[in-house]
């Protein structure tokens, strides 16, 4: 099986053709609801909002009004 560093020294092949031979189609990322710098930058490079969990943290974290952010970004074909 191909892992995404192998595909990725390969300079001569496309963004997508590396996608396609990873088989990757999306990206996921995590970040607390407190990171606002980490939001508003997975936004600018074209995240969206996937989802919170409420129990990702800890039970503390909870309480003090933390939860884990998940933000997703499609890896498109026509990507260069």
């Not at 300079?11 to 189609?25: C, G, M, N, Y």
């Not at 003090?64 to 074909?77: N, P, Q, S, T, Y």
């Amino acid at each position: 099986m191909r892992t995404a560093a192998c595909i990725t020294a390969q300079p001569e092949i496309t963004k997508s053709e590396r996608f396609d031979a990873a088989k990757l189609r999306v990206m996921v990322c995590e970040t607390q609801n407190t990171n606002v710098p980490a939001i508003d930058f997975y936004r600018a490079v074209g995240f969206g909002l996937e989802g919170v969990d409420l129990s990702y943290y800890s039970n503390v974290d909870k309480l003090a009004g933390e939860v884990a952010v998940f933000m997703k970004r499609k890896l498109e074909a026509d990507e260069e």
